[in-house]
Protein backbone atom coordinates (compact mmCIF):
# COMPACT_ATOMS: atom_id res chain seq x y z
CA UNK A 1 0.00 0.00 0.00
CA UNK A 2 1.46 3.53 -1.20
CA UNK A 3 0.06 6.27 0.98
CA UNK A 4 -1.31 9.58 -1.13
CA UNK A 5 0.52 12.23 -1.12
CA UNK A 6 -1.82 15.43 -1.80
CA UNK A 7 -0.23 18.83 -3.55
CA UNK A 8 3.20 17.01 -4.00
CA UNK A 9 6.17 19.66 -4.62
CA UNK A 10 9.73 19.65 -5.42
CA UNK A 11 11.57 22.62 -3.29
CA UNK A 12 13.75 25.18 -5.01
CA UNK A 13 17.17 25.40 -4.08
CA UNK A 14 16.28 28.40 -2.21
CA UNK A 15 13.32 26.88 -0.50
CA UNK A 16 15.58 24.21 0.17
CA UNK A 17 18.74 26.57 2.35
CA UNK A 18 15.45 27.78 4.37
CA UNK A 19 14.78 24.39 5.54
CA UNK A 20 18.25 23.52 6.11
CA UNK A 21 18.80 26.93 8.13
CA UNK A 22 15.86 26.82 9.87
CA UNK A 23 17.42 23.26 11.14
CA UNK A 24 20.59 23.98 11.87
CA UNK A 25 19.71 27.02 13.59
CA UNK A 26 18.42 24.42 16.14
CA UNK A 27 19.98 21.57 15.97
CA UNK A 28 23.61 20.18 15.71
CA UNK A 29 23.63 17.43 12.86
CA UNK A 30 25.16 16.97 9.09
CA UNK A 31 22.58 18.02 6.72
CA UNK A 32 23.81 17.63 3.45
CA UNK A 33 20.31 17.98 1.50
CA UNK A 34 21.29 20.84 -1.48
CA UNK A 35 21.71 17.85 -4.07
CA UNK A 36 18.70 15.78 -2.92
CA UNK A 37 15.47 16.00 -4.36
CA UNK A 38 13.26 17.49 -1.65
CA UNK A 39 9.57 18.01 -1.95
CA UNK A 40 6.26 18.96 0.27
CA UNK A 41 3.15 16.82 0.08
CA UNK A 42 -0.04 16.46 2.63
CA UNK A 43 -0.50 13.48 4.35
CA UNK A 44 -3.48 12.86 6.23
CA UNK A 45 -3.53 16.41 6.69
CA UNK A 46 -0.17 16.62 7.98
CA UNK A 47 2.66 18.77 5.89
CA UNK A 48 5.66 16.68 5.13
CA UNK A 49 9.33 17.70 3.75
CA UNK A 50 10.30 14.34 1.60
CA UNK A 51 14.46 14.34 1.74
CA UNK A 52 14.91 11.51 -1.69
CA UNK A 53 11.44 10.30 -1.04
CA UNK A 54 12.06 9.76 3.16
CA UNK A 55 9.48 11.89 5.04
CA UNK A 56 12.55 13.55 7.06
CA UNK A 57 10.09 16.40 8.67
CA UNK A 58 6.49 17.60 9.29
CA UNK A 59 4.75 21.48 10.15
CA UNK A 60 3.66 21.67 13.31
CA UNK A 61 2.19 24.91 13.63
CA UNK A 62 4.69 26.32 10.78
CA UNK A 63 7.72 25.22 13.02
CA UNK A 64 9.97 22.39 11.06
CA UNK A 65 9.91 19.74 13.14
CA UNK A 66 12.09 16.11 12.62
CA UNK A 67 10.29 12.99 12.28
CA UNK A 68 11.75 9.68 13.40
CA UNK A 69 13.16 8.66 9.86
CA UNK A 70 14.05 12.20 9.89
CA UNK A 71 16.26 11.33 13.60
CA UNK A 72 17.11 8.37 12.36
CA UNK A 73 18.75 9.65 8.72
CA UNK A 74 20.39 13.09 9.95
CA UNK A 75 21.42 12.16 13.57
CA UNK A 76 21.66 15.47 15.75
CA UNK A 77 23.84 15.70 18.47
CA UNK A 78 22.32 17.82 20.58
CA UNK A 79 18.55 18.19 21.95
CA UNK A 80 18.49 14.83 23.04
CA UNK A 81 16.90 13.21 26.17
CA UNK A 82 17.79 9.88 26.71
CA UNK A 83 15.53 7.69 29.05
CA UNK A 84 15.94 4.43 31.25
CA UNK A 85 14.86 1.13 29.49
CA UNK A 86 11.71 1.00 31.70
CA UNK A 87 10.19 4.25 30.20
CA UNK A 88 10.89 2.73 26.13
CA UNK A 89 7.02 1.19 26.61
CA UNK A 90 5.39 4.18 27.64
CA UNK A 91 7.50 6.48 25.44
CA UNK A 92 6.58 4.24 22.30
CA UNK A 93 2.86 4.16 23.62
CA UNK A 94 2.66 7.97 23.06
CA UNK A 95 3.00 8.96 27.07
CA UNK A 96 4.84 12.16 27.74
CA UNK A 97 8.29 11.43 28.95
CA UNK A 98 8.22 12.13 33.03
CA UNK A 99 11.66 13.64 34.35
CA UNK A 100 11.93 10.49 37.09
CA UNK A 101 12.33 8.24 33.56
CA UNK A 102 15.19 11.02 32.05
CA UNK A 103 18.80 9.69 32.90
CA UNK A 104 20.55 12.26 31.01
CA UNK A 105 19.85 15.25 28.72
CA UNK A 106 21.31 17.89 26.71
CA UNK A 107 22.39 20.45 29.35
CA UNK A 108 21.41 23.22 26.51
CA UNK A 109 17.86 22.64 25.99
CA UNK A 110 15.56 25.34 27.34
CA UNK A 111 11.79 25.26 28.02
CA UNK A 112 9.83 24.72 24.42
CA UNK A 113 12.82 23.89 22.70
CA UNK A 114 12.18 20.56 19.82
CA UNK A 115 13.66 17.62 21.45
CA UNK A 116 14.05 13.99 20.31
CA UNK A 117 14.00 11.10 22.95
CA UNK A 118 16.19 8.23 22.66
CA UNK A 119 16.55 5.28 25.05
CA UNK A 120 19.51 4.46 27.42
CA UNK A 121 20.91 0.95 25.75
CA UNK A 122 20.61 1.53 21.55
CA UNK A 123 20.16 5.27 21.50
CA UNK A 124 18.08 4.88 18.57
CA UNK A 125 15.37 8.10 18.31
CA UNK A 126 12.24 6.93 19.91
CA UNK A 127 9.66 10.24 19.72
CA UNK A 128 9.86 13.78 19.31
CA UNK A 129 8.50 16.54 21.51
CA UNK A 130 8.89 19.62 23.29
CA UNK A 131 10.80 20.70 26.53
CA UNK A 132 8.17 21.68 29.28
CA UNK A 133 11.34 22.65 31.45
CA UNK A 134 15.11 23.20 30.88
CA UNK A 135 17.87 20.32 30.16
CA UNK A 136 19.15 19.81 33.58
CA UNK A 137 15.68 20.05 35.20
CA UNK A 138 15.19 16.89 33.34
CA UNK A 139 17.91 15.09 34.72
CA UNK A 140 18.01 16.49 38.44
CA UNK A 141 13.95 16.59 39.22
CA UNK A 142 12.67 13.47 41.21
CA UNK A 143 9.08 14.01 39.94
CA UNK A 144 6.82 16.15 37.21
CA UNK A 145 6.36 15.95 33.32
CA UNK A 146 9.71 16.89 31.28
CA UNK A 147 8.40 16.43 27.73
CA UNK A 148 5.00 16.94 26.02
CA UNK A 149 5.19 14.44 23.00
CA UNK A 150 4.73 14.68 19.48
CA UNK A 151 5.28 12.31 17.57
CA UNK A 152 6.33 8.82 18.39
CA UNK A 153 7.33 5.36 17.34
CA UNK A 154 4.64 3.26 16.52
CA UNK A 155 1.55 6.49 16.07
CA UNK A 156 -0.75 6.73 13.68
CA UNK A 157 1.77 8.79 10.59
CA UNK A 158 4.41 6.44 11.85
CA UNK A 159 2.64 3.54 10.84
CA UNK A 160 1.16 5.39 7.76
CA UNK A 161 4.58 6.33 6.77
CA UNK A 162 5.91 2.97 7.76
CA UNK A 163 3.34 0.91 5.25
CA UNK A 164 4.33 3.05 2.19
CA UNK A 165 8.16 3.05 2.35
Same mark, same amino acid.
Given at each position: ?????? !??????????? $???????? !? &? @????????????????? @?????? *???????? %?????????? &? $???? %?????? #?????????? &???????????? *???? @?????? $??? *??????? !?????????????? @?????????????? &?? #??????? !???????
Amino acid at each position: MCAKIK !NRHRLKNKEIR $GLKEEILE !N &F @DCVLNIEHSVVETGIIA @DNKIVF *VNHEPCFI %FKNSELVFTI &F $GLNR %FRPKNK #YVVVDMGAVK &FVTNGADIMSPG *VVDA @DENISK $GDQ *VWVCDLR !NKKPLAVGFALIDG @DSMKNNKKGKAIDT &FL #YVGDSLW !NYLAKSL
